[in-house]
């Protein structure tokens, strides 16, 4: 199990959940942020501080962005798992479905 971060993150990525993470398993894309599923250690303590609230336990992800788990994972089948997100830094790019959605925030 592991958390996820899901629409609400697109085009804002405020980064405190980034700040909270004891093990350093956020990682920054160029539109959202990803967590990797097999460096999180679930203890939650992205989730409160997440200012949009786009950060779910994958059990209780809503219906509407339900596909945000395989979004998660498939946003690390090429980079592997490097061991934390500081040293690797923003990568550019996204998951194919976040990089297909529209502009995000109402001012652009």
């Given at each position: 199990?592991?958390?996820?971060?899901?629409?609400?993150?697109?085009?804002?990525?405020?980064?405190?959940?980034?700040?909270?993470?004891?093990?350093?398993?956020?990682?920054?894309?160029?539109?959202?942020?990803?967590?990797?599923?097999?460096?999180?250690?679930?203890?939650?303590?992205?989730?409160p501080?997440?200012?949009?609230?786009?950060?779910?336990?994958?059990?209780?992800?809503?219906?509407?962005?339900?596909?945000?788990?395989?979004?998660?994972?498939?946003?690390?089948?090429?980079?592997?798992?490097p061991?934390?997100?500081?040293?690797?830094?923003?990568?550019?790019g996204?998951?194919p479905?976040?990089?297909?959605?529209?502009?995000?925030?109402a001012?652009?």
């Amino acid at each position: 199990m592991t958390y996820i971060i899901a629409q609400p993150c697109v085009d804002v990525k405020d980064r405190a959940c980034v700040d909270e993470c004891p093990v350093d398993c956020i990682y920054e894309g160029e539109r959202s942020l990803y967590i990797h599923p097999d460096e999180c250690v679930d203890c939650g303590a992205c989730e409160p501080v997440c200012p949009v609230e786009a950060i779910y336990y994958e059990d209780d992800v809503p219906e509407e962005w339900a596909n945000y788990y395989d979004v998660n994972v498939d946003f690390f089948k090429d980079l592997g798992s490097p061991g934390g997100a500081a040293a690797v830094g923003p990568i550019s790019g996204d998951h194919p479905f976040v990089a297909a959605l529209p502009p995000q925030n109402a001012d652009e």
